[in-house]
C-alpha cells in the first residue's frame, strides 16, 4: 500500500516553526510506514503541490496544513487522487501573545469544506507529531485502509446454504462486491464431501499428523473418523490454495453428520490456524468480520454464539460447538479433542481459551431494513477453564455486560460474533467510515 504526505500551506506564516514541525512529522510518518512517499520540502505552492503529487500513486493521502492554506489546494489533491485522506491539523507550537505562527486548524476547515463538497470520507486527527494520540489515530487509519484494500482482493468462499432459520449468515455476491468490494465463491457442502472420498488413507496421513501436532488426544478419536476428518481437511485446503481463497463459512450440520458420518468443526479450526479464517453454519458475514478482525491483529479470531452473561463479573460468555482455532486454548490444557455436543461425533475442540490482556467483540450485521452495520464493544479475554462441550471464550467487557446484551438484543443483532485478540476498535470504526456503514458502540 503506498502512503504519501502532503504537507500544504502558503509562505506567509513562520517557516522556521512550520519545518520543525515538517521534519517531525516526517519522522512520525516514517515510524509508521517506512515507505512513505514524502516531498523534499514543504508544498506551499500549488504549483509545489503539483511536482510532488505528480509522482505518485497513493492508496491513502495524510494532508497536513503545514500552515495555512486556502481550499484550492484541498480541491486540487481530491481531483489528482480518487483516494481516502488523513486530514491532519498541527497543534500552534507557541501561545504568547505574539504572531500567529502556523495557523493549521483554520487551513483544516478550508480543507475539511472541500472534502465534504466532494462527498468524500476522511480521518482527522488534531495535535503535534510527537503527541502519543496522534501517532495512534493515523496508524489505526492507515491499517484501516490497507485492510479496505484487502477486502477488494478478498475471494470469499461459501460452502453450501445456510441451515433454516439461520438466513442472516447467508451472503449475496451483489451486497459483497458493491459494499466491500469483495469476490464471493459459492459451492455446495457435497462437492467438498464428494472430493474427499475420492482420497486413500494413504494421501491424507501428513494432514492426520499436522493435526495430530496441534490436537491434544486426537488418538482418542475412532481412527475411521479421523482418517475421515483428514480427508474433509485435504479437499478444503486443496480448494482453498487452488482458488486462492482468503476465508470460508460453511455449512456444518446436518450434512457432514448425516452424509459423511464425520464433522467439519475440527477442519474449520485447522484453516483458521493456517491462516484462512473459517466460520461454521454457512454464516458468510461472520466469516468476513473474522477476516478482518485476523487482518487487523495477525491473529485467529474466535467465533461464537453469546451463550452466558455473569453481571457480577461483568462478563459475557461466547460459545461454540468445537471449530475455535487450536492457538487459542489454554496452555493448560493445549486444544483438547472431543465428540460434538449433540450428535457425540468426533473430532471437535473442547477447551477454554486463553487469556487476553485486550479483545475487541465485532459483527460486521445488518439492520432490521437490510443495511449493513458494524457491532463493536471491547474488553478483555478472562483466564476462565471450558464453560460449556465445546470451544468457549469469556470477555470481561469495558461497558456493563448487561447494557451489552440488554441493547443488542433489542436492537436485533445477529447471534454469531467474532472475538478478536487485540484492541482494534479504532481501525474498524475508521474502516466503517471509509465503507460510509453504521457503527453501534457497546
Not at 75 to 99: A, H, K, N, Q, S
Request: aromatic fraction near 10%.
Amino acid at each position: 500500500m503506498e502512503l504519501a504526505y502532503l504537507p500544504i500551506g502558503v509562505p506567509t506564516f513562520h517557516l522556521e516553526s512550520a519545518g520543525k514541525e515538517f521534519e517531525k512529522s516526517v519522522e512520525l510518518l516514517k515510524e509508521i510506514d517506512p515507505a512513505v512517499k514524502v516531498p523534499a520540502e514543504m508544498l506551499l505552492s500549488i504549483d509545489k503541490l503539483h511536482s510532488f503529487t505528480d509522482t505518485l500513486h497513493p492508496d491513502l493521502v495524510v494532508v497536513q496544513n503545514i500552515t495555512f492554506a486556502n481550499g484550492a489546494y484541498m480541491t486540487e489533491i481530491l481531483r489528482t487522487f480518487d483516494c481516502p485522506v488523513m486530514l491532519w491539523t498541527l497543534r500552534e507550537p507557541v501561545i504568547d501573545g505574539g504572531r500567529l505562527r502556523l495557523n493549521s486548524l483554520t487551513g483544516a476547515y478550508s480543507a475539511a469544506n472541500m472534502l465534504a463538497s466532494f462527498g468524500r470520507a476522511f480521518g482527522y486527527v488534531f495535535g503535534a507529531p510527537r503527541e502519543p494520540q496522534v501517532k495512534e489515530k493515523i496508524a489505526a487509519f492507515v491499517r484501516a485502509v490497507s485492510l479496505k484494500k484487502e477486502l477488494r482482493s478478498l475471494n470469499l468462499l461459501q460452502v453450501g446454504h445456510t441451515p433454516q432459520g439461520f438466513g442472516f449468515g447467508r451472503g449475496l455476491d451483489a451486497e459483497l462486491a458493491s459494499v466491500f468490494g469483495t469476490n464471493l465463491i459459492s459451492i455446495e457442502a457435497r462437492e467438498l464431501i464428494n472430493t474427499a472420498k475420492t482420497y486413500t488413507d494413504e494421501e491424507v496421513q501428513d494432514y492426520i499428523d499436522a493435526a495430530a501436532s496441534k490436537m491434544v488426544a486426537l488418538d482418542a478419536i475412532p481412527q475411521k473418523n479421523v482418517t475421515d476428518f483428514a480427508k474433509l481437511f485435504k479437499a478444503y485446503d486443496s480448494f482453498v490454495k487452488e482458488n486462492n481463497t482468503g476465508a470460508l463459512s460453511s455449512r456444518c450440520w446436518p450434512d457432514f453428520f448425516t452424509e459423511f458420518g464425520t464433522p467439519v468443526c475440527a477442519v474449520l479450526a485447522m484453516l483458521n490456524d493456517l491462516g484462512v479464517p473459517a466460520s461454521c453454519e454457512a454464516d458468510t458475514y461472520g466469516a468476513l468480520s473474522m477476516f478482518a478482525c485476523a487482518q487487523l491483529t495477525g491473529n485467529a479470531a474466535f467465533f461464537g454464539d453469546p451463550v452466558s452473561m455473569d453481571e457480577t463479573e461483568n462478563t459475557i460468555t461466547f460459545w461454540h460447538c468445537g471449530m475455535a482455532p487450536c492457538s487459542l486454548a489454554r496452555e493448560d490444557t493445549g486444544a483438547v479433542t472431543g465428540v460434538h455436543c449433540n450428535r457425540k461425533i468426533g473430532p471437535t475442540l473442547e477447551f477454554g481459551c486463553k487469556a487476553q490482556a485486550k479483545a475487541t467483540i465485532f459483527r460486521i450485521g445488518k439492520d432490521a431494513a437490510g443495511k449493513f452495520r458494524f457491532f463493536i464493544a471491547g474488553g478483555e479475554v478472562l483466564d476462565k477453564p471450558k464453560q460449556f462441550s465445546g470451544t468457549t471464550l469469556v470477555v470481561k467487557t469495558k461497558s456493563k455486560s448487561e447494557d451489552i446484551i440488554y441493547r443488542s438484543v433489542k436492537a436485533g443483532w445477529e447471534p454469531h460474533f467474532a472475538v478478536a485478540m487485540g484492541d482494534i476498535e479504532s481501525e474498524l470504526e475508521a474502516l466503517a467510515q471509509l465503507l460510509n456503514i453504521e457503527v453501534e458502540k457497546y
